[in-house]
């Protein structure tokens, strides 16, 4: 906005009058115009001649705003750069800046200003909003007072722009809030209508009837996905027949305005709808559309569309209206969606429901046949789907390329041809449907079975719909389900899955289970049977019948054949072997092995047990083992002669477990001992020395026996007890007596086992490594013993101990033992004596615990840390001869040593044990 020069001197105000009216022009107008008319008319008046212009910020440029009609000389002047340092330095100072004549000339005509002038700057919200420009003739420059003068005008004129853009918020935040209460009039209608209704299509029908109370013209419609194309399911009455046609055909995924509500789920409003960009026919008459999309979740699963044919642009109001009823089309959506979801939970809840009862009852009817349990699971599943059949595969000769066999088939399968080409076995490279599921342990689905997939062409054109699904047993595929439907473009169903997977899973579970029990049998046939070997190595001296024995014990164990065979000169003949040995190999080995043989020559150089795995049948040509895929050979030595070998052979499997291996180099070693052994005197004490590694070593099958020998033992006092109740009271005192010794028997084979129990626990329970305090842990067991003895009160002398490094349990273990001992063996005396202290050696410290009890004889110290050694009889003190040992035991894992001293018997003892000091 400009001012020209021209006012007469002689009419101007005096400045104050000018100022005073100023404010008070200014407070009675509200229109931009009129407040800078009155600014630039007071200007000129004060100031003389200049030219007055505000400017105003459009596009990055600085623009007059237009001069009033009636002002004489106006005219607008060229828009400025707004991004320029002079600019730039006036609104960072937000304070008016003045500019001289002696002002470069290109500077000032930057800023519009012809000979000299000033700028005042405007702001609103922090942003330029206004510029007040004041252009002096030329020569002029500015004095004081029109300094004060410039200021106090552009001052008045930022506060009455100030109320005009606070009147303008008012009266925007009054309208806003009148078309929210508009629009949540509509919506608590629409609401009361669409409250208890849930499906989007009928509820689109209901927002209709409230846009046609709202909108003079309108049109709408909602669209799904259907067939790769969006159809609408419902529309507005008001739409041509060629409209109709066009959205019920469907309209392409790409429209654009679809597209994009489509990728951000959120409404796209349209101002000035293009027919021809959107590529949508027949809607040319619309101006502003919305394209609203119903989401669910993530999920986009229709759109809401209106078009208004009156107007170009969209108003907030309509925008509020049209938010709400999209707001109120999702919640409905979601109602509709939450109820089809709880349906199809409720119908999965069902089917594991039906599939776990069945299957627990094919689960108590397990007789030991896993295909039987297969067979009338795939019946139950069968009688839940469309007809078909099912088949179940396991996976053989793995080795030389694999085919899958049928185990169980439920159904026909609708083919004679494909009968005898699944009965044959299916190529494991070439049967995709099997394999998959075998190699990534997923289930797989196919809704349509395509006839490549396992290659087998026009013989399953009958087929339709597939499932396979891996049946684990432990963390191995045992095998594959199958399923196929004879319907086309079958849909799995979320209940059907859960039907299928849920017995899956449950077989493979039962499978197991039925594995774990049929393995803990023949384990515990086996421990039996090795329980009896071991009797045998300590008292048999007849070395084939003891080889006898341990070929049943690793048959019975492991279903394998094994043979014995010893040297006679360059070649090995066999002297044992089990009764069903096929006849060309007995020949073979009647006629003698070779030391150069495979497995007989590794055995010899090594000197150690041979493992031979995935043999395929041959041993260099050898035809007499192609029934064995998998052979070990334990070889036994004098001196440096191999002497004799240990054979075991598998029909069955191709690798030997880990379990398989251990007993097999126990028997083995067990064997070795007992062969050693019978060299005679001489060789002895080797012999011994190397029989107790081999008990060491056993010692994890100790622990089972000692378990599995509690039932019998619970069986001889039951059964002892039932033959005890049935005798006459007036039995002969003989019975009585036998029956006692029996009871008796019994209760002291159950204090050994669960002394072994404890003595095996000692050696497999990993160390816990702490600081302990040997002084509180004596104070707390010499508490918990005293109650035990308190016919006999004991002297208790305790000197300084230190806190060790160590198992604070074990620890306990071996105080309480050596407590417990001095108690006990003190109990003759008149007063019992204990004293308990440490001594601070090299490297160690000596924990010493001395009694004044029965003592020992000295001659026998070295026995009293051995299993189940006494040197008293137990009816003089009771135990059972483990307590020691686990002592030993404990010191020796903590990296220590045990002592026993006695002057003699009844002169006391003293039990020492050493701990390294430090960690």
């Known amino acids: 906005m400009t001012g020209a020069p021209g006012a007469d001197p002689s009419q101007r105000q005096p400045p104050l009058d000018a100022l005073a009216q100023l404010t008070t022009r200014l407070a009675q107008v509200t229109e931009r115009s009129a407040q800078l008319d009155i600014v630039a008319g007071v200007l000129r008046q004060l100031l003389g001649d200049v030219t007055v212009t505000f400017l105003s910020l459009q596009g990055g440029c600085w623009h007059p705003e237009p001069w009033p009609a009636a002002a004489p000389g106006s005219g607008a002047g060229s828009p400025l750069a707004a991004d320029t340092p002079a600019l730039r330095q006036v609104f960072e100072g937000q304070?008016?800046?003045?500019?001289?004549?002696?002002?470069?000339?290109?500077?000032?005509?930057?800023?519009?200003?012809?000979?000299?002038?000033?700028?005042?700057?405007?702001?609103?919200?922090?942003?330029?909003?206004?510029?007040?420009?004041?252009?002096?003739?030329?020569?002029?420059?500015?004095?004081?007072?029109?300094?004060?003068?410039?200021?106090?005008?552009?001052?008045?004129?930022?506060?009455?722009?100030?109320?005009?853009?606070?009147?303008?918020?008012?009266?925007?935040?009054?309208?806003?809030?009148?078309?929210?209460?508009?629009?949540?009039?509509?919506?608590?209608?629409?609401?009361?209508?669409?409250?208890?209704?849930?499906?989007?299509?009928?509820?689109?029908?209901?927002?209709?009837?409230?846009?046609?109370?709202?909108?003079?013209?309108?049109?709408?419609?909602?669209?799904?996905?259907?067939?790769?194309?969006?159809?609408?399911?419902?529309?507005?009455?008001?739409?041509?027949?060629?409209?109709?046609?066009?959205?019920?055909?469907?309209?392409?995924?790409?429209?654009?305005?679809?597209?994009?509500?489509?990728?951000?789920?959120?409404?796209?409003?349209?101002?000035?709808?293009?027919?021809?960009?959107?590529?949508?026919?027949?809607?040319?008459?619309?101006?502003?559309?919305?394209?609203?999309?119903?989401?669910?979740?993530?999920?986009?699963?229709?759109?809401?569309?209106?078009?208004?044919?009156?107007?170009?642009?969209?108003?907030?109001?309509?925008?509020?209206?049209?938010?709400?009823?999209?707001?109120?089309?999702?919640?409905?959506?979601?109602?509709?969606?939450?109820?089809?979801?709880?349906?199809?939970?409720?119908?999965?809840?069902?089917?594991?429901?039906?599939?776990?009862?069945?299957?627990?009852?094919?689960?108590?009817?397990?007789?030991?046949?896993?295909?039987?349990?297969?067979?009338?699971?795939?019946?139950?599943?069968?009688?839940?789907?469309?007809?078909?059949?099912?088949?179940?595969?396991?996976?053989?000769?793995?080795?030389?390329?694999?085919?899958?066999?049928?185990?169980?088939?439920?159904?026909?399968?609708?083919?004679?041809?494909?009968q005898r080409a699944v009965d044959a076995g299916l190529p494991y490279h070439s049967t995709h449907n099997l394999r998959r599921p075998l190699e990534t342990g997923q289930p797989y689905y196919q809704h349509h079975y395509r006839l490549d997939t396992d290659q087998l062409g026009d013989l399953v054109r009958h087929v339709g719909a597939t499932a396979t699904l891996p049946i684990l047993v432990g963390q191995q595929v045992r095998g594959v389900m199958a399923l196929a439907l004879f319907i086309e473009h079958k849909t799995w169903t979320a209940t059907e899955r859960t039907l299928l997977e849920t017995m899956a899973r449950s077989l493979g579970l039962a499978l197991d289970r039925a594995e774990q029990t049929r393995q803990l049998q023949e384990e515990r046939a086996a421990l039996a049977a090795f329980t009896a070997l071991t009797e045998l190595v300590g008292s048999e001296t007849d070395v084939l019948a003891l080889i006898r024995q341990a070929a049943a014990v690793l048959a019975e164990a492991h279903d394998v054949d094994v043979t014995y065979s010893e040297r006679e000169g360059e070649v090995f003949r066999i002297r044992v072997w089990p009764a069903d040995f096929p006849g060309d190999l007995l020949a073979e080995a009647l006629a003698g092995y070779r030391p150069t043989d495979p497995g007989f020559e590794e055995a010899q150089r090594t000197r150690q047990s041979v493992f031979l795995e995935a043999i395929d049948g041959q041993l260099d040509g050898r035809p007499g083992v192609a029934l064995y895929h998998a052979v070990a050979f334990q070889p036994f030595f004098q001196g440096e002669t191999m002497t004799g070998m240990l054979i075991m052979a598998s029909r069955r499997q191709t690798h030997w477990l880990e379990r398989e291996r251990a007993v097999f180099l126990a028997v083995g070693r067990s064997l070795n001992l007992a062969l050693e052994r019978a060299e005679g005197v001489r060789r002895l004490a080797r012999s011994n020395a190397e029989l107790q590694v081999a008990v060491d070593e056993l010692e994890a099958f100790a622990y089972s026996v000692s378990h599995d020998l509690r039932t019998p033992v619970r069986h001889i006092k039951g059964f002892n007890a039932l033959l005890r109740s049935r005798l006459p009271e007036t039995q002969d005192p003989k019975t009585g007596h036998y029956l006692k010794v029996i009871d008796d028997a019994a209760s002291r084979m159950n204090t050994l086992i669960d002394a072994m129990l404890d003595l095996s626990r000692t050696t497999r329970q990993p160390l816990r490594v702490e600081e302990v305090d040997l002084a509180e842990l004596v104070t707390s067991v010499q508490a918990e013993l005293t109650p035990e003895h308190e016919e006999r009160t004991a002297q208790w002398q305790l000197g300084p101990l230190p806190t060790v490094s160590g198992d604070r349990h074990l620890l306990r273990q071996v105080v309480i033992n050596l407590l417990a001992n001095a108690l006990k063996y003190s109990r003759p005396s008149a007063l019992p004596r204990i004293e308990i202290w440490a001594e601070e050696h090299a490297g160690e410290w000596v924990i010493l615990v001395r009694d004044n009890g029965v003592g020992f004889d000295p001659r026998y110290a070295g026995r009293l840390f051995g299993v189940f050694q006494r040197l008293h009889h137990e009816n003089e003190f009771e135990g059972t001869g483990v307590g020691l040992a686990n002592v030993r035991r404990i010191v020796s894992r903590h990296g220590g040593r045990v002592d026993a001293q006695s002057p003699g018997i009844g002169h006391g003892a003293t039990f020492s044990f050493t701990l390294p000091r430090g960690r």
């Open 95 to 418: 304070q008016p800046v003045f500019f001289g004549p002696d002002q470069p000339q290109a500077e000032l005509n930057a800023l519009g200003l012809a000979g000299g002038g000033a700028l005042y700057p405007y702001v609103q919200d922090e942003q330029p909003c206004g510029l007040l420009s004041v252009s002096l003739w030329a020569g002029r420059g500015w004095n004081a007072e029109q300094r004060a003068l410039f200021r106090t005008v552009g001052g008045a004129l930022e506060l009455a722009l100030s109320r005009c853009a606070a009147r303008g918020h008012h009266e925007t935040l009054l309208q806003r809030l009148e078309e929210q209460a508009a629009a949540l009039e509509v919506l608590t209608v629409f609401t009361e209508r669409a409250a208890a209704e849930a499906d989007v299509a009928a509820l689109s029908r209901e927002a209709y009837a409230v846009m046609d109370a709202h909108f003079a013209e309108h049109s709408s419609a909602y669209y799904e996905i259907r067939d790769g194309r969006w159809k609408a399911l419902t529309w507005t009455t008001d739409m041509t027949a060629e409209q109709i046609a066009l959205i019920q055909a469907g309209l392409p995924l790409d429209v654009p305005s679809f597209a994009r509500a489509l990728q951000t789920r959120q409404p796209v409003f349209i101002d000035g709808w293009d027919a021809a960009r959107e590529q949508v026919r027949h809607t040319e008459v619309f101006g502003p559309v919305c394209i609203y999309p119903l989401v669910t979740g993530q999920e986009v699963r229709g759109i809401f569309t209106v078009g208004l044919r009156v107007g170009e642009q969209w108003q907030d109001r309509d925008r509020g209206l049209m938010r709400a009823l999209g707001r109120s089309l999702n919640l409905a959506l979601g109602r509709g969606e939450g109820a089809r979801q709880q349906a199809e939970q409720n119908a999965e809840l069902l089917a594991r429901t039906r599939a776990l009862e069945a299957f627990e009852t094919l689960s108590q009817e397990l007789d030991g046949d896993p295909h039987r349990l297969i067979q009338r699971a795939l019946e139950i599943i069968l009688a839940q789907l469309p007809p078909g059949f099912a088949l179940y595969y396991e996976l053989e000769d793995a080795e030389r390329g694999g085919v899958f066999r049928p185990r169980v088939q439920v159904g026909s399968l609708g083919n004679d041809d494909l």
